[in-house]
């Protein structure tokens, strides 16, 4: 066996692939969601989180329908719509409305009460629910939203979160950076990591991405570490990816 080889296949042992017939799924009829990691009823041992990265679920809420008020507390929670309009209500008193463009994002800290609703009864409404672990417990809770650009994304990383609040996106209590790109068919890019230690986990939300040498299809993820960058080519037209930079130490 070569050198090459030998790299090439330690190079390898360092990434996990969750492919999308492999996640936990619940259909409550008026909610289908798919779950990366262990959620609800969905137990998986060797599938509790990435690093920080806790919760990512692929959600569709049926017409009218929703979550009723329930807690939360020392998490960083992202939403992420991708289709219809989301109504939220918490107990910091925000009332609104987030749909695609939009990042939402709360840092529960000591405890906050919130519900989400789809706002429209003629449309279903999906969104990425992601849950981080924070650096700081017990903070005051807060919330944020704003709204992105969508051609600043197409064929580059258009930066969505990070740890600082004067950043491009949102900020949450981690040392955390997430992008999102739209990718002409056959377009490459590289995405170093900006923080050493921390791995990435890339989420594919339409099309076919190969990352170093990975194939990956839609609603696939990948998480790599003890890596500084990683390459990503789009396999076909339109490919979104969704790229999440995260701690691997808890």
Do not use: C
């Not at 990591?193 to 594919?204: D, E, M």
């Amino acid at each position: 066996m070569d050198t090459t080889t030998i790299l090439k296949e330690e190079a390898l042992t360092n990434y996990v692939l969750h492919k999308a017939n492999t996640r936990g799924h619940a259909n409550h009829g008026w909610l289908e969601s798919y779950h990366t990691f262990s959620f609800a009823n969905y137990h998986n041992p060797e599938r509790m989180n990435f690093g920080v990265l806790r919760v990512l679920n692929d959600d569709r809420v049926n017409q009218g329908m929703g979550f009723g008020k329930h807690p939360h507390d020392n998490m960083e929670i992202i939403s992420i719509p991708l289709e219809g309009d989301l109504e939220h209500q918490d107990s910091m008193g925000n009332v609104t409305v987030i749909k695609k463009g939009d990042i939402q994002v709360m840092s529960a800290g000591t405890g906050i009460f919130h519900s989400e609703y789809n706002k429209n009864k003629d449309q279903e409404v999906k969104f990425l629910q992601i849950w981080v672990y924070p650096n700081k417990k017990n903070v005051t809770p807060r919330y944020d939203q704003i709204t992105l650009d969508l051609n600043d994304r197409h064929n580059k990383l258009q930066q969505i979160l990070s740890p600082n609040p004067e950043d491009e996106g949102v900020w949450i209590h981690q040392d955390a950076w997430f992008h999102l790109g739209k990718f002409d068919n056959g377009f490459s890019t590289s995405y170093p990591l900006k923080k050493a230690g921390n791995g990435i986990y890339a989420f594919v939300l339409k099309g076919d991405f190969t990352i170093s040498n990975i194939s990956l299809n839609e609603r696939d993820g990948l998480g790599i570490w003890d890596t500084n960058t990683i390459s990503i080519t789009a396999n076909t037209p339109d490919a979104e990816i969704l790229l999440m930079e995260v701690p691997m130490a808890l």
